[in-house]
C-alpha cells in the first residue's frame, strides 16, 4: 500500500526537522571540539616552553651547545603535535562556516520548502574515503600547512631562533 499525499508530506517535513536538528547539533560539536583543541594548543604550548626553558637552563649552566641543539628537537616535536591539533581545528571551523553559509543561502531556503531536500554531510568523511575533497581541505590537509601559520608557528619559530642562536654562542666560548 502506497502512502498518502499527507503522509508523504508529514514524512518530508519529519525528515526536513531531522536534518535541521542534525546540522544543529553538529554545529554544536564542532564547535565544542573547535574550543577543546584551542585549549589543548595552548597547554602544548605551555609545555613546549616549560621543557624548553629547563633544557636552556642547563645548557647555560654547563656552557653546553649540545643540550641547546636538543631543546630545538625538543620543540620540533611540540611544534609537530600542535600543527597536528591546528590542521583539525582549522577543518572543524571551514565546516562550521560552510554549514552557517549553507543555512544563510538560498538553497536552503529552497531546500526548507521542498519539505526535505537538505543534503547530508560527511564530516567524518565515512562516505568520502578515496575520493575528491574540496580545494581548502587538500590545502589544509598537509601536516606542512600550519606549520607556518602565525597562531602556530610563531612561538616555535620564535624558540628555535633562540635556541640556535645560544648554540652558537656556547660554541665560540
Known amino acids: ?18 536534518r535541521l536538528d542534525w546540522l544543529e ?7 565544542e571540539k573547535i574550543r577543546f583543541l584551542d585549549d589543548l594548543s595552548f597547554k602544548v604550548k605551555g609545555w613546549a616552553v616549560t621543557v624548553w626553558s629547563g ?3 642547563v645548557a647555560v649552566t654547563r656552557h653546553d651547545w649540545r643540550l641547546a641543539c636538543i631543546s630545538v628537537v625538543g620543540l620540533l616535536a611540540f611544534f609537530l ?6 590542521r583539525y581545528q582549522i577543518c572543524f571551523i571551514q565546516r562550521t562556516r560552510d554549514i552557517m553559509q549553507f543555512l544563510n ?9 521542498k519539505q526535505g531536500g537538505f543534503p547530508i554531510y560527511d564530516l567524518l568523511n565515512i562516505h568520502t574515503q ?5 580545494p581548502l581541505a587538500q590545502h589544509w590537509g598537509s601536516l606542512l600547512r600550519p606549520l607556518f601559520k602565525a ?11 633562540v635556541s640556535a642562536t645560544l648554540a652558537a654562542m656556547l660554541r665560540l666560548w
Not at 130 to 134: L, P, S, Y
Open 105 to 113: 543561502d538560498e538553497t536552503f531556503r529552497a531546500a526548507w520548502e
Open 130 to 134: 578515496g575520493q575528491q575533497h574540496d
Open 151 to 161: 597562531s602556530v608557528g610563531l612561538v616555535y619559530w620564535g624558540l628555535i631562533v
Open 81 to 86: 603535535t600542535d600543527a597536528s591539533y591546528k
Open 55 to 57: 633544557i636552556v637552563t
Open 25 to 31: 547539533k553538529e554545529v554544536h560539536l564542532l564547535e
Open 1 to 18: 500500500m502506497s502512502p498518502t499525499v499527507p503522509e508523504t508530506i508529514a514524512a518530508r517535513l519529519a525528515n526536513a526537522a531531522f
